[in-house]
């Protein structure tokens, strides 16, 4: 059995397939920082300290695999120089998070992110606050959808653990889904399990169907290992919580310590 606690080690093995010890395959977990809130604690200031792309910068030396924005109709945090930069200035692949709307559109095919994940998006919220309706606006995400796919990013959809929210997104043709792990994350312990169960059903749904599953909303510390143990998880998204921790441990720490639990919680399978 193969479990090591070193974070040299972890991260040497992060980019091997682990070998469970019935014979399968497991992939390893892919972690996406999503650095929006170093955006906001800029803006608050006006100027241009702290900056995202250095952010991003250390996120790549501490163990990310890709970096996560979302592009705000309102540009309450990432604006568009952010999108601009992250894109050249990095050297990790974006995930750019943005509304099913025509100018967000326009600014995807101009800077033509890695992976493009729609999500719903509401003025008044604070944050996103629950998955996209697929199945009420299939036609005019299909048009979102294919535009994206044609200008080579890979798409995903922002949505809950629901059954028909899966199928109408395998049947719009995107490769990937990202399970919105609010309701598990803000749950309260007696809740958790249910809300755990719900969300691996939809993985194995989604599975199924040939979808690759992401997951991210609300994931911490405490909360992230039963989601990272679930093999079929390509990758978790995590933003508010990591730049939060920054603040007590610095930005790098507090990545390679997330690292850490979901390479060791993928490793503790076997
Ligand atoms: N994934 C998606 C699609 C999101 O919209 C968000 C929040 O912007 C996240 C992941 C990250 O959530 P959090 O900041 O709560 O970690």
């Known amino acids: 059995m193969f479990v090591s606690h070193s974070s040299n ?10 070998k469970r010890n019935w014979g399968v395959f497991m992939d390893p977990i892919r972690l996406g920082v999503n650095i929006d809130h170093v955006a906001t604690l ?19 030396e501490s163990g990310a695999d890709g970096i996560t924005a979302h592009l705000r109709e309102d540009r309450r945090h990432i604006n568009d ?11 990790l692949p974006l995930n ?34 629950g998955g996209l309706d697929v199945v009420g606006q ?34 719009l043709g995107v490769p990937v889904i990202e399970i919105h792990a609010g309701a598990y994350s803000d749950s309260n312990p007696e809740d958790r399990p249910a ?8 993985i194995k749904i989604a599975t199924n169907i040939g979808l690759e599953c992401h997951v991210g909303h609300g994931l911490n510390y405490q909360n992230v290992s039963k989601i990272a143990e679930v093999g079929e998880v390509a990758e978790v998204n995590i933003g508010h919580f990591l730049i939060a921790e920054a603040i007590f441990s610095g930005l790098g720490n507090s990545i390679k310590k997330m690292r850490e639990l979901i390479d060791n919680a993928r490793v503790q399978q076997e």
């Open 138 to 171: 299939s036609d005019r995400l299909r048009k979102i959808c294919d535009e994206l796919s044609s200008i080579g990013s890979r798409v995903s959809l922002f949505i809950e653990a629901d059954e028909a929210q899966i199928t109408a997104a395998a049947e």
């Open 96 to 129: 750019f998070e943005m509304a099913a709307t025509k100018e967000m559109l326009d600014i995807a095919s101009l800077y033509k992110p890695h992976a493009a994940c729609i999500v719903p998006e509401n003025r008044q919220e604070i944050t996103t606050e």
């Open 9 to 18: 080690n972890l991260l040497n093995i992060k980019s091997k397939t682990l």
């Open 195 to 202: 809300e755990l169960e719900k969300i691996k059903t939809g």
């Open 42 to 60: 800029r803006n608050a200031r006006g100027g241009s300290f702290p900056d995202p792309i250095e952010a991003a910068k250390i996120a790549k």
């Open 81 to 91: 120089n952010d999108i601009y930069r992250l894109v050249n200035e990095v050297g």
